[in-house]
C-alpha cells in the first residue's frame, strides 16, 4: 500500500509551553481539560532511547497513546492510518519534535505508529496510555500489534 502525507483523523499534536526561568523549565504536557472526554490517561511511563533507535512501528486496538516529546532529544514520529474506515485512510503523518519543538501527540486505536531518535544524545519520552499496561494485574494480553519486525511491512524508518 502506498501512504500519502496528510492530517490523520482523531490524531491531535498539541503544541507544549516550555516555561523557562533561572532555575531551569517547567512544561505542563496534559491538562485532561483540554482532552476529548473520551480520553482519561490512567498510567504513565517514560523511556529513553538511544540516538538512531526506533520504537515501533505498532498500533492498538482499544488503547489511545498520549505521548509527550519535551527533550532531551529529538525524535521523527511516524504514523500511518492503516483503518479501512477512516476518512484518512492512507495517509501518513510524520513530525520532528522533542527539544526544540516540544509536543503532546495523541494516538487513537488503530493507528500505526513509532518514533525515531534522530538526535545524538539518549532522547526522552513520557506516555500516558488511557489503557493500563496488561490490564488490572497485569493479567491480560498486551493490547499491541507489532509491525517493526516483518520484511514486507510498508511502515519503516
Known sequence: MQFKKGEIDG???????????????????FRIDEFADNIKPVMSYV????????????????????FSFIGPGTFLVKLWDNRKNSKTFGHLME?????????????????????KNISKEDGMVLN??????????????????????????????
Open 47 to 66: 523511556s529513553f532511547t538511544r540516538p538512531g533507535i526506533a520504537r515501533g512501528p505498532h498500533e492498538h486496538v482499544h488503547q489511545t497513546d498520549i
Open 11 to 29: 490524531v491531535l499534536v498539541k503544541p507544549l509551553k516550555k516555561n523557562v526561568d533561572e532555575r531551569g523549565f517547567l512544561i505542563e504536557t
Open 128 to 157: 500516558f496510555p488511557d489503557k493500563l499496561y496488561r490490564g488490572p494485574g497485569k493479567n491480560e494480553e498486551v493490547d499491541e500489534i507489532r509491525h517493526e519486525d516483518k520484511k514486507d511491512s510498508p511502515f519503516t524508518f
Open 95 to 115: 513530525i520532528k519534535t522533542g527539544h526544540e519543538n516540544a509536543c503532546t501527540i495523541i494516538i487513537p486505536p488503530g493507528v500505526i505508529h513509532g518514533y
